[in-house]
């Protein structure tokens, strides 16, 4: 189960960090309690998880996270989220925390999603 949990949370989030791979084995109920926040976070509900993956990535590009930027950009790929659909997101970002928020965010983009 474990494993299987592993693979939809890359595919959610993109790169899984190693030490919450570790969770598996050096805390596993840390690890569930975890997964079942994810799972009740990024399951479709009000708001589709494609467009919580956006509000993510407007949030990590806010706070200039190079790991949560690029891993939630991947995962934006992987839900088919267009680059287009990103760039819509960091203009929003832009507008509430300003200019390095949105450069640091198309900067991240553009590495990931190269068209």
Known sequence: MMKDDMKDLERMIGKVPKFFKELTVNDPKMYELVMKLESHIWDD????????????????????????????????????????????ALRVAFLLAGMP???????QLDEVMKE
């Open 101 to 107: 928020a949105y450069v640091y965010g198309k900067t």
């Open 45 to 88: 509900g009000a708001l589709t998880r494609k467009t919580k993956k956006l509000i993510a990535i407007a949030i990590a590009a806010s706070m200039r996270d190079q790991h949560a930027t690029h891993a939630q950009l991947i995962g934006a790929a992987n839900l088919g989220i267009s680059k287009k659909e990103v760039e819509e």
